[in-house]
C-alpha cells in the first residue's frame, strides 16, 4: 500500500476515548475528516490501526539501524 502526499500531510491525533480507549481522527488539507470505526483498547492497537488507514510511522534512527542488519 502506498502512501501518497496527501495522507502524509493529514494531521493525525489519537484521542483517550470515554472509558479510557483510544480513537485516532485524522484531518486532510481540505478540512475533511476520517475518525476510527471502533475504541481500542491501548494505543499500540489504535496506532497500528491508523497505520493500515494511513497513517505514517517513523521509526527511529536505532529502529532504522536494526532493519538494516
Not at 28 to 55: H, M, Q, V, W
Amino acid at each position: 500500500m502506498g502512501t501518497t502526499l496527501d495522507e502524509r500531510r493529514k494531521q493525525w491525533n489519537f484521542l483517550m476515548a470515554d472509558g479510557g480507549g483510544w480513537q485516532w481522527r485524522a484531518v486532510s488539507p481540505d478540512g475533511a475528516e476520517a475518525t476510527s470505526d471502533r475504541i481500542f483498547a491501548t494505543l499500540k492497537e489504535c496506532t497500528e490501526d491508523a497505520a493500515r488507514n494511513g497513517y505514517v510511522v517513523w521509526k527511529t534512527e536505532e529502529e532504522r539501524r536494526r532493519a538494516r542488519r
